[in-house]
């Protein structure tokens, strides 16, 4: 994957393009980066063009200016797609990725093929009294992010992935995550219910592992519910699934994709 930045912008994101190929994006989860994905351009590789790309404050998207904020990444996404003459693509996002494909959508729907939105939910309706429940343990986390990230990150490799392997790989890249990009994530409830719930032009695939927390799993089972949509929990999977069960992922993706092109 070719490394690149977006101009006036701290933006860095990674292509690989294959001439008259489809386009595939890629978002990822939060205080990881895109290599999170390395098994998906593994697979995808040669099969789609690839799109991957660091939310602000993640990855190598660090150089921050006063007034950049996380209500610009649909706007620096769409910048990258007119730089390389994008019309449209697929979106796949993992938690807080699955919020940004989502806010994309809701921007620019026509450049949109398809979504697939994994430990997500729906920002266009989402009830925000359910989050309470949560907030405690999630206060939890990030006072221990506050007095060291790599306690934080011990305690979260356990609550983002359930292999042995997806944890120490999500833990390797959630040390490098740098305390001052937390308050970028302080304007995430301004992309939530910012928009009206609408009859969607393209098709959404939501899922979540079988581990995940109870909470995510409810919100994905009434998400299909009520969208009428495909939706796969995935056994032997915590929160990010592509990378607990990175084969079964890609193929479950791959098919998905391919439906959603007849």
Known sequence: MKNLYLENSPIAYYVNETKNKEWLVFVHAAFVDHRMFEKQFEYF?????LLAIDILGHGNSVHAKKGDNIEKM???INQIFLKHNILAANFVGVSLGSVFIQDFANKYENKVLSLACFGGYDINNFDVSKQKTNSKAQIKMMLKAMFSIKWFAKSNKKISAFTSNAQTDFYNLNIQFKKKSFMYLAGLQKLV???PKKQRQYK????????DIPFE???VNEWADYEKCDKIIFEGAG???NMDTPQKFNECLEKFLQSSNK
């Open 45 to 49: 590789l040669g099969k789609y063009n």
């Open 74 to 76: 649909a706007d620096w």
């Open 193 to 195: 219910n910012k928009y």
């Open 204 to 211: 959404l695939l939501v899922g979540c592992g079988e581990h």
């Open 217 to 219: 799993i409810e919100l």
């Open 239 to 241: 929160h990010c699934v």
